[in-house]
T-cell receptor, first 118, second 113 residues
Framework: GAVVSQHPSRVICKSGTSVKIECRSLDFQATTMFWYRQFPKQSLMLMAT?????????EQGVEKDKFLINHASLTLSTLTVTSAHPEDSSFYIC??????????????FGPGTRLTVL | DAKTTQPNSMESNEEEPVHLPCNHS???????IHWYRQLPSQGPEYVIHGLTSNVNNRMASLAIAEDRKSSTLILHRATLRDAAVYYC??????????????FGKGTKLSVKP
């Protein structure tokens, strides 16, 4: 099956700093990538959807200036949490699919990144 | 996307079959039924999906009610590695949606040795 990797797997940072999380599709071209956030004992919440070469579409309540998403190539998307605060501490998960967001294509999930903001 | 209802948790013994139910009474004609699972501290993993007919793969079986208002994920012989949160999700394959998956709370499956 298709493989999606994330880096780093966990990161601890000080409040006010920015953190970049990478999501890569290793053996396929990911036209669409999704970013989710999961707080402890809760389900995954979609943050944003991005098609390669286009601006990301953010879900309601997600600040686009705080969570910067770049999908510059068909195998790489990055999520930058700017000026991170303790309430941003969470498990961030990306997924990737080969199709455009308007049509069905199976999503393949990365292993997640655990962010802890002190 | 239509909503699904699953029990919060279930327990199983190792080597025994497990039947995980999902209710989706407002399912539309073009909604596929997807199952994903999430092991602790990992990203979700695809398990199986179907439309009307029962489906089998190497991981599990999916039994879909004739009226499609409910479905059951069947793990034929549970192992300790099957302990996870199982999500039942409806997805419209024919446009009109964002392409994203909407995760509910899922069922936390515990497997006892």
């Amino acid at each position: 099956g298709a493989v999606v990797s994330q880096h780093p797997s966990r990161v601890i940072c000080k409040s006010g700093t920015s953190v970049k999380i990478e999501c890569r599709s290793l053996d396929f071209q990911a036209t669409t990538m999704f970013w989710y956030r999961q707080f402890p004992k809760q389900s995954l919440m979609l943050m944003a959807t991005s098609n390669e070469g286009s601006k990301a579409t953010y879900e309601q309540g997600v600040e686009k200036d705080k969570f910067l998403i770049n999908h510059a190539s068909l195998t790489l998307s990055t999520l930058t949490v700017t000026s991170a605060h303790p309430e941003d501490s969470s498990f961030y998960i990306c997924s990737a699919s080969q199709g455009r967001r308007s049509s069905y294509n199976e999503q393949f999930f990365g292993p997640g990144t655990r962010l802890t903001v002190l | 996307d239509a909503k699904t209802t699953q029990p919060n948790s279930m327990e199983s013994n190792e080597e025994e079959p497990v039947h995980l139910p999902c209710n989706h009474s407002t399912i539309s004609g073009t909604d596929y039924i997807h199952w994903y699972r999430q092991l602790p501290s990992q990203g979700p993993e695809y398990v199986i999906h179907g439309l009307t007919s029962n489906v089998n793969n190497r991981m599990a079986s999916l039994a879909i009610a004739e009226d499609r208002k409910s479905s059951t994920l069947i793990l034929h012989r549970a192992t300790l590695r099957d302990a996870a949160v199982y999500y039942c999700i409806l997805r419209d394959h024919y446009g009109g949606s964002q392409g994203n998956l909407i995760f509910g709370k899922g069922t936390k499956l515990s497997v006892k040795p």
